[in-house]
């Protein structure tokens, strides 16, 4: 090569749309490689849906709490010789989530293998066996699905038939209740240890068996919580890409993608500003990429197939609040299980409809970081799965109706005296997420984790029919979660070549 070619390749240059992590990890992947790097976001800050907001000393995290692979982080870092550890502190959490059931009974999850055991005994005896077997066919999804396929690329049917025996051996056809209902026999335990596709966008009656990995991937790499929260990760990689040179525009929407005789050559953002560039990678929500971002006519058949027979993740009610005083009796992180378990999320999933009756995922990061509020204060938000805008609820009246009912069910459980102590208080609907992230149906993780929407099936890292448009993130393989995003990077890293 001629040193005149090496300049000219070397100069390459790569847009990303989407600041979220799975945009941040490509933008870091490629520069590595080489390529000159553009980072855009409609956001205000980095992060995507992780973003930080603060109100009157209150802080919340809007994104993800639970960092259960933490090499994936380290692996950013590594890239360019640095170590996480120098700029960001992870802690272990015990439990990993406190469990309470509609009775009043309680399950802690996680710490040692001992501890997830003895309170396993407590309350079902007959099931301890049953839980290490689980773990054991947990562990050999992971190692297959995990290990050697979250972050090979799905774009060739090929790839997809080689894998199916193994699939089948690992009985991927079955959904995560019917893998936990295989082992467990006591109804609290099945649902303590099926609610992980919750995490990802999925219902446990429908979501292939392929994320019961997740117990496993917990145990290897624990559950981890960053001092500072979510965004002292994001503030860590963006010091990160600007000590690297990765160029950063927020409040900056793109339109449309630009593609010349089916090829991607830059972006159009919705000012009609025109930026071209060598290759782009879409972190925005794949379905809003194909639905919106991409005309129908430039789009491969076998995509606009997918796009419309997708089947989307649920929404989410998200209730933001500080008290002015401590609750701490009540663990990091807690989940709340109603009187109605399948029914609910066949409400929530299939009708679309909702109800009076609700689970909820409680936060409270000041049992481990205390900077999160005000002292003698806790900070909080409540996650309440609810039907996608496709269930066509009219926010602007359930929204405060929902808040209520939160409250008051908080007040009579984990949290009495709520309503004389709560403070700055706010929430987000699955309209905020359609609105301030572009979210396809509101859908809080794009489309739903079904098998017929996995791997080959799902939104391939690799534009079908488009040359040099690669995605990243929830909708593309091998599906959402921090884990997920951070490997769908991975994908996008193999996919294309460094540049000599």
Known sequence: MTATNHTARAAQHAIVIGAGYGGIASALRLRAKGYEVTLLDRCAALGGRAQVFRRNGYTHDAGPTVITAPFLFEELFALFGEQLADHLTLVPLTPWYRFRF????????????????????????RDEAGYLALLAHSKRIYDVAFTELSALPFDRFLTMVRQIP???????????????????????LRQAF?????????????????????????????????????????????????RHGIKIRLQTTVASIRIEQQVATGVRLDDGTE????????????????????????????TRLKLKAA?????????????????????????????????????????????DDFSLYLHRPTATDP????????????????PNLQGNVNWDIEGPRLRERIIANLEATLLPGLSNCMTADFYMTPADFRHDYLSTHGAGFSIAPLFRQSAWFRFHNRAEGIARLYLTGAGTHPGAGLPGVLCSAKVVDALIPALQ
């Open 194 to 242: 099926s609610i992980q596709p919750l995490l990802v966008g999925g219902n446990p009656f429908d979501t292939t068996s392929i994320y019961g990995l997740i117990h496993f991937l917990e145990r290897a790499h624990g559950v981890h919580f960053a001092m500072g929260g979510t965004g002292a990760i994001t503030q860590a990689l963006g010091a990160l890409m600007t």
């Open 166 to 188: 193994r699939l089948i051996g690992l009985r991927s056809y079955q959904t995560v209740w019917g893998l936990v209902s295989t082992y467990l026999s006591h109804p609290k």
């Open 371 to 386: 900077s999160f509020a005000p002292p003698g204060c806790d900070s909080f938000y409540v996650l309440c799965p609810v």
């Open 102 to 125: 509609a009775d009043g009974d309680t399950f802690d999850y996680g710490g040692t293998l001992e501890q997830t055991l003895a309170e396993i005994r407590r309350i079902a005896p």
């Open 311 to 355: 089947h989307y993740s649920m929404g989410l009610f998200v209730l933001y609040f500080g008290t002015t005083r401590t609750y701490p009796d009540v663990a990091h992180h807690t989940i709340t299980m109603g009187e109605r378990y399948e029914a609910l999320l066949k409400d929530i999933f299939d009708r679309k409809i909702l109800t």
């Open 275 to 302: 930026l071209a560039a060598d290759l782009v990678v879409s972190n925005a929500d794949a379905a809003h990429l194909y639905g919106v971002m991409v005309k129908p006519a430039e789009q491969a058949k076998a």
